[in-house]
């Protein structure tokens, strides 16, 4: 390590005693998605004190935020935090350990800056859950003039190259007629038949479409009253797959099942995409390889399993489409606890979560430390990006 690197390693176990109160404090008190304002206040709080000049509500999301230092706006490296919770089982992803060593990463590479140059930025990037916050972000403009966005993501396993699904969740309902099921059922339009022939349909298509697609949902209204035939029945569904165009696919195989369904029983239908598409993540291979390399260093061996094994979706698929991004994933406990388990809420809170955020903070800001202070990796950086987007353009 050399000297500016030792100094971002030192800044950030200064701070790492605010950084586990802060984890902590998010973790107590867990927020869900657009809801998180002590989990926003509690960070800018953080990096105001430090410094940083806050933009509260950029984007015009009212619990994201935008924290700058620097003294001049280019060369930029943003680091996310994510800090929403999940419904009923709290901080069961560990957001609370994201967006710890997002400011943690942040403040240290900050320190440097007199040194190094560019500018320095943290974003709170709310309801990565359920709502894709960051589309959202991306939209308003809020990740333009940014030369690498940086996050970590706790884990079951350590990989800096994993890939993520685009996803779209549809809605879709049956209208049909209600009669008395035993005394009239000849008079009634069945839409809960409706719909078991939509779900059927899925079925049997899951077995013809590629192995990483996904097609997933449930059933919302499934009628009121078992002597009367159903008049309304409404389903949400997930279709996913790494690439939009296939996942675009899938959707309109999807469509199908439900127009077909709708055909066979005489009822009505409708369908409507519920909120913004995720984009499958497209890892920037330059800043990956650069992360490994210090996370090593720092004790953390990567495992580099399959990277299509164990995927979701994640708004952070959107980021990597308009700026080199990296969600590495380091290991908080095994895989006896996935995310989105109450087990993996207990390790979110554990001193090994606590040393593994800590690590995290250090890799990520000496991952931003090459960014700013070397133009040749800026120049590879954004090579492999455009030749990425090329990629994912033609498939
Ligand atoms: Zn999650
Ligand atoms: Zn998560």
Known sequence: MDVLEKKVVEAVEAVFPDLVRISSAIYDRP????????????????????????E??????????????????APSVAFLAEYDALPNLGHACGH?????????AGVA??????????????????????????????????FKGIDAALMFHPSVRNTVVKRTLAMTELRFAFHGKSSH??????????????MVLAFSGMNALRQQIPGDGRIHGIITRGGDAPNVIPAFTEARVAVRALERPVMENLIERVKGCIEGAARATGCTFEIETVGPAYEGLMPNRI????????VEALGIPIDDPDPLGYIGSSDIGNVSRVVPAIHPELAICGFESLP????????????RAETVMKTAAKALALTGLAVLRDVAVR?????????????????
């Open 31 to 54: 927020e869900l998605g657009y809801e998180e304002r002590e989990a926003a206040a509690l960070l800018t709080d953080f990096l105001q004190d430090r410094g940083f000049e806050v």
């Open 56 to 73: 509260p509500g950029v984007g015009r999301v009212s619990t994201a935020f935008r924290a700058s230092r620097g003294s001049s706006p």
């Open 96 to 104: 609370n350990l994201i967006a710890a060593a997002g400011i943690g």
């Open 109 to 142: 590479l900050a320190s440097v800056l007199p040194e190094c140059g560019g500018c320095v930025r943290v974003i709170g990037t709310p309801a990565e859950e359920m709502h894709g916050g960051k589309i959202r972000l991306i939209e308003e403009g809020c």
């Open 181 to 194: 099921a035993a005394a009239a059922p000849e008079l009634g339009v069945n839409a809960l038949d409706a």
């Open 287 to 294: 800043l990956a390889s650069i992360f490994e390399r210090k």
């Open 340 to 351: 989105h388990t109450s087990g993996f809420a207990v390790a979110a809170r554990s001193e």
């Open 379 to 395: 120049e590879r950086m954004a090579r492999e990006f455009q030749c990425c987007r090329q990629e994912g353009e033609s498939s």
